[in-house]
Protein backbone atom coordinates (compact mmCIF):
# COMPACT_ATOMS: atom_id res chain seq x y z
CA UNK A 1 0.00 0.00 0.00
CA UNK A 2 1.17 3.47 -1.04
CA UNK A 3 0.42 5.85 1.70
CA UNK A 4 0.57 9.99 1.29
CA UNK A 5 0.69 11.72 4.16
CA UNK A 6 -0.39 15.29 3.96
CA UNK A 7 1.00 17.18 7.16
CA UNK A 8 3.66 15.48 9.01
CA UNK A 9 2.66 16.74 12.67
CA UNK A 10 3.49 15.09 15.74
CA UNK A 11 0.33 12.45 15.63
CA UNK A 12 1.06 11.44 11.43
CA UNK A 13 4.90 11.13 12.12
CA UNK A 14 4.30 9.11 15.21
CA UNK A 15 1.96 6.29 13.11
CA UNK A 16 4.13 6.14 9.99
CA UNK A 17 7.47 6.04 12.22
CA UNK A 18 5.62 3.00 13.91
CA UNK A 19 4.41 1.21 10.82
CA UNK A 20 8.02 1.64 9.26
CA UNK A 21 9.75 0.28 12.96
CA UNK A 22 7.75 -2.77 12.47
CA UNK A 23 7.78 -3.21 8.88
CA UNK A 24 4.33 -2.49 7.86
CA UNK A 25 5.31 0.15 5.60
CA UNK A 26 8.75 0.50 3.94
CA UNK A 27 10.25 3.91 3.49
CA UNK A 28 9.25 3.64 -0.45
CA UNK A 29 5.90 2.56 0.85
CA UNK A 30 5.33 6.75 1.87
CA UNK A 31 5.56 10.10 0.18
CA UNK A 32 5.54 12.80 2.96
CA UNK A 33 4.21 16.61 2.33
CA UNK A 34 5.03 19.34 4.15
CA UNK A 35 4.83 23.05 3.85
CA UNK A 36 8.34 24.49 2.89
CA UNK A 37 11.11 22.50 2.01
CA UNK A 38 12.63 23.09 5.57
CA UNK A 39 10.09 21.30 7.17
CA UNK A 40 10.55 18.62 4.21
CA UNK A 41 13.80 17.98 5.05
CA UNK A 42 13.37 17.48 8.83
CA UNK A 43 10.97 15.01 7.65
CA UNK A 44 13.09 13.07 5.39
CA UNK A 45 15.58 12.91 7.74
CA UNK A 46 13.54 11.99 11.15
CA UNK A 47 11.69 8.77 9.12
CA UNK A 48 13.96 8.47 5.76
CA UNK A 49 10.59 8.57 4.08
CA UNK A 50 10.68 10.70 0.55
CA UNK A 51 9.39 14.45 1.66
CA UNK A 52 8.42 17.32 -0.63
CA UNK A 53 6.04 20.21 -0.70
CA UNK A 54 3.91 19.16 -3.67
CA UNK A 55 0.61 17.67 -2.95
CA UNK A 56 -1.29 17.32 -6.00
CA UNK A 57 1.47 14.76 -7.13
CA UNK A 58 1.85 12.67 -4.02
CA UNK A 59 -2.20 12.10 -4.04
CA UNK A 60 -1.80 10.85 -7.61
CA UNK A 61 0.81 8.29 -6.62
CA UNK A 62 -1.06 7.17 -3.24
CA UNK A 63 -3.05 4.09 -2.81
CA UNK A 64 -4.35 6.15 0.27
CA UNK A 65 -4.12 9.71 1.70
CA UNK A 66 -3.48 10.31 5.35
CA UNK A 67 -4.84 13.81 6.47
CA UNK A 68 -2.87 15.79 9.49
CA UNK A 69 -2.94 19.24 8.36
CA UNK A 70 -4.31 22.25 10.99
CA UNK A 71 -7.97 21.80 10.61
CA UNK A 72 -8.30 25.47 10.29
CA UNK A 73 -6.47 25.08 7.00
CA UNK A 74 -9.06 22.10 5.62
CA UNK A 75 -11.69 24.81 4.23
CA UNK A 76 -8.98 26.33 2.04
CA UNK A 77 -6.98 23.30 0.64
CA UNK A 78 -9.28 20.27 0.70
CA UNK A 79 -11.45 21.80 -2.52
CA UNK A 80 -8.10 22.86 -4.74
CA UNK A 81 -6.89 18.92 -4.28
CA UNK A 82 -10.45 17.36 -4.95
CA UNK A 83 -9.74 17.39 -8.68
CA UNK A 84 -6.16 15.22 -8.47
CA UNK A 85 -7.86 12.54 -6.30
CA UNK A 86 -8.30 9.20 -7.94
CA UNK A 87 -11.95 8.06 -8.14
CA UNK A 88 -12.49 5.83 -4.75
CA UNK A 89 -9.29 6.47 -3.19
CA UNK A 90 -9.81 6.45 0.98
CA UNK A 91 -8.44 9.23 3.00
CA UNK A 92 -7.90 9.15 6.31
CA UNK A 93 -8.25 12.48 8.58
CA UNK A 94 -6.98 12.90 11.69
CA UNK A 95 -8.23 16.39 11.68
CA UNK A 96 -10.24 16.99 15.23
CA UNK A 97 -13.58 18.67 14.76
CA UNK A 98 -13.96 18.14 11.15
CA UNK A 99 -16.58 16.07 10.20
CA UNK A 100 -17.18 13.26 7.92
CA UNK A 101 -19.39 14.68 5.53
CA UNK A 102 -17.70 17.76 5.02
CA UNK A 103 -14.36 16.01 4.38
CA UNK A 104 -16.17 13.70 2.09
CA UNK A 105 -17.74 16.91 0.02
CA UNK A 106 -14.77 18.68 0.16
CA UNK A 107 -12.81 16.13 -1.49
CA UNK A 108 -15.59 14.23 -3.46
CA UNK A 109 -14.00 10.60 -2.35
CA UNK A 110 -14.48 8.65 0.74
CA UNK A 111 -12.81 9.79 4.13
CA UNK A 112 -12.53 7.61 7.29
CA UNK A 113 -12.12 9.56 10.20
CA UNK A 114 -9.04 8.29 13.20
CA UNK A 115 -8.32 9.52 16.31
CA UNK A 116 -5.44 7.74 17.48
CA UNK A 117 -3.43 9.10 20.72
CA UNK A 118 0.26 9.86 21.42
CA UNK A 119 1.40 6.12 22.42
CA UNK A 120 0.88 4.90 19.40
CA UNK A 121 4.18 5.90 18.83
CA UNK A 122 5.14 2.04 21.18
CA UNK A 123 2.20 0.52 19.77
CA UNK A 124 0.72 0.61 23.10
CA UNK A 125 -2.06 3.25 21.79
CA UNK A 126 -6.64 3.63 21.10
CA UNK A 127 -7.71 4.19 18.25
CA UNK A 128 -11.17 5.35 16.65
CA UNK A 129 -12.30 4.92 13.56
CA UNK A 130 -14.88 5.95 11.95
CA UNK A 131 -15.42 4.12 8.08
CA UNK A 132 -17.18 5.75 5.62
CA UNK A 133 -19.77 3.76 3.77
CA UNK A 134 -17.82 4.40 0.48
CA UNK A 135 -14.93 2.38 1.72
CA UNK A 136 -14.28 -0.91 -0.23
CA UNK A 137 -13.74 -4.05 1.74
CA UNK A 138 -10.16 -4.78 0.54
CA UNK A 139 -8.65 -1.34 1.53
CA UNK A 140 -10.45 -1.25 4.96
CA UNK A 141 -8.86 -4.75 5.88
CA UNK A 142 -5.23 -3.37 4.47
CA UNK A 143 -5.81 -0.26 6.31
CA UNK A 144 -7.67 -2.21 9.15
CA UNK A 145 -4.20 -4.27 9.52
CA UNK A 146 -2.18 -0.84 9.81
CA UNK A 147 -3.97 0.25 12.36
CA UNK A 148 -3.67 -2.79 14.86
CA UNK A 149 0.27 -2.05 14.76
CA UNK A 150 -0.72 1.33 16.54
CA UNK A 151 -2.40 -1.01 19.54
CA UNK A 152 -5.92 -1.16 20.62
CA UNK A 153 -8.67 -0.01 17.37
CA UNK A 154 -12.42 0.93 18.41
CA UNK A 155 -14.95 1.08 15.18
CA UNK A 156 -17.11 3.81 16.24
CA UNK A 157 -20.30 5.67 15.18
CA UNK A 158 -19.19 9.65 14.13
CA UNK A 159 -21.64 10.90 17.06
CA UNK A 160 -19.36 9.02 19.58
CA UNK A 161 -16.13 9.99 18.33
CA UNK A 162 -15.81 13.49 20.18
CA UNK A 163 -16.23 11.20 23.44
CA UNK A 164 -13.81 9.00 22.73
CA UNK A 165 -11.25 11.98 21.73
CA UNK A 166 -12.19 13.27 25.67
CA UNK A 167 -11.33 9.84 27.19
CA UNK A 168 -8.72 8.09 25.41
CA UNK A 169 -7.50 11.10 22.95
CA UNK A 170 -6.66 13.54 25.55
CA UNK A 171 -5.96 10.80 28.22
CA UNK A 172 -2.17 10.66 28.16
CA UNK A 173 -2.37 14.58 28.92
CA UNK A 174 -4.12 13.77 31.79
CA UNK A 175 -2.22 10.55 33.27
CA UNK A 176 0.83 13.04 32.40
CA UNK A 177 -0.74 15.88 34.73
CA UNK A 178 -1.38 13.38 37.33
CA UNK A 179 2.17 11.97 37.09
CA UNK A 180 3.65 15.41 37.47
CA UNK A 181 1.54 16.29 40.39
CA UNK A 182 2.59 12.97 41.83
CA UNK A 183 6.21 13.39 41.37
CA UNK A 184 6.05 17.28 42.77
CA UNK A 185 3.96 15.80 45.88
CA UNK A 186 7.19 13.69 46.51
CA UNK A 187 9.09 16.57 46.39
CA UNK A 188 7.10 18.66 48.69
CA UNK A 189 7.49 15.53 51.38
CA UNK A 190 11.09 15.79 50.91
CA UNK A 191 12.25 13.51 48.13
CA UNK A 192 14.89 14.56 45.50
CA UNK A 193 13.11 15.39 42.47
CA UNK A 194 14.80 12.82 40.28
CA UNK A 195 13.94 9.67 42.06
CA UNK A 196 9.90 11.36 43.13
CA UNK A 197 9.68 11.30 39.11
CA UNK A 198 11.02 8.02 39.01
CA UNK A 199 8.91 6.67 41.80
CA UNK A 200 6.14 8.27 40.18
CA UNK A 201 6.38 6.88 36.88
CA UNK A 202 7.41 3.23 38.27
CA UNK A 203 4.34 3.68 40.58
CA UNK A 204 1.86 4.66 37.72
CA UNK A 205 2.97 1.36 35.29
CA UNK A 206 2.75 -0.29 38.27
CA UNK A 207 -0.58 0.30 38.52
CA UNK A 208 -1.59 -0.02 34.92
CA UNK A 209 -0.07 -3.63 34.58
CA UNK A 210 -1.80 -4.92 37.14
CA UNK A 211 -5.31 -3.04 35.79
CA UNK A 212 -4.46 -4.96 33.03
CA UNK A 213 -3.23 -8.31 34.35
CA UNK A 214 -5.87 -8.42 36.91
CA UNK A 215 -9.85 -9.04 35.98
CA UNK A 216 -11.21 -7.41 39.23
CA UNK A 217 -12.73 -4.14 38.58
CA UNK A 218 -10.25 -0.43 39.26
CA UNK A 219 -12.23 0.33 42.17
CA UNK A 220 -12.18 -3.26 43.13
CA UNK A 221 -8.25 -2.97 42.96
CA UNK A 222 -8.53 0.25 44.84
CA UNK A 223 -10.06 -0.46 47.57
CA UNK A 224 -7.83 -3.31 47.93
CA UNK A 225 -5.13 -0.95 48.83
CA UNK A 226 -6.97 1.29 50.94
CA UNK A 227 -7.25 -0.25 54.47
CA UNK A 228 -9.62 1.22 56.99
CA UNK A 229 -8.30 3.80 58.65
CA UNK A 230 -4.56 3.95 56.81
CA UNK A 231 -2.63 6.22 54.91
CA UNK A 232 -4.38 5.69 51.96
CA UNK A 233 -7.79 6.65 53.00
CA UNK A 234 -6.26 9.36 54.39
CA UNK A 235 -5.44 10.10 51.01
CA UNK A 236 -8.29 9.43 48.73
CA UNK A 237 -10.62 11.36 51.29
CA UNK A 238 -8.81 13.96 50.38
CA UNK A 239 -9.68 13.48 46.88
CA UNK A 240 -13.02 13.26 47.42
CA UNK A 241 -13.60 16.51 49.65
CA UNK A 242 -12.16 18.11 46.51
CA UNK A 243 -14.60 16.27 44.70
CA UNK A 244 -11.93 15.01 42.07
CA UNK A 245 -13.61 12.23 40.73
CA UNK A 246 -16.68 14.81 39.24
CA UNK A 247 -13.40 17.00 38.15
CA UNK A 248 -12.29 14.95 35.69
CA UNK A 249 -15.82 14.07 34.23
CA UNK A 250 -15.97 18.12 34.08
CA UNK A 251 -12.42 18.02 32.29
CA UNK A 252 -13.89 15.54 29.55
CA UNK A 253 -17.10 17.56 28.82
CA UNK A 254 -14.81 20.41 28.33
CA UNK A 255 -13.00 18.56 25.99
CA UNK A 256 -15.83 17.68 24.63
CA UNK A 257 -17.46 20.87 24.14
CA UNK A 258 -14.41 22.03 22.38
CA UNK A 259 -14.67 19.64 19.72
CA UNK A 260 -18.23 20.63 18.75
CA UNK A 261 -17.27 24.21 18.96
CA UNK A 262 -14.38 23.19 16.45
CA UNK A 263 -17.20 21.54 14.48
CA UNK A 264 -18.67 24.53 14.27
CA UNK A 265 -16.16 26.72 13.04
Known amino acids: MKIAVLGCGKMTSAMVARWLQV ?41 VVLLGIKPQQAASALPTWRSAVPEGQLWLSVLAGTRQAQLEA ?39 ALLTQLGVVVELPE ?45 LQGAAALAAADPRSPAALRAEVTSPGGMTEAAIS ?11 S ?7 QRADELAAG
Not at 163 to 176: H, V
Open 23 to 63: GALSPNDVRAVTRSEASAARVQDALGVPSGTDPIAAIGWAD
Open 106 to 144: WLGTPVARLMPNTPVRLGAGATAVVWSQGCDDATRAAVS
Open 250 to 256: DAMRAAR
Open 238 to 248: VFDAAGWPGTV
Open 159 to 203: SKIDAFTALAGSGPAYAFLFLEALAAGGVALGLDPVAAEELALGV
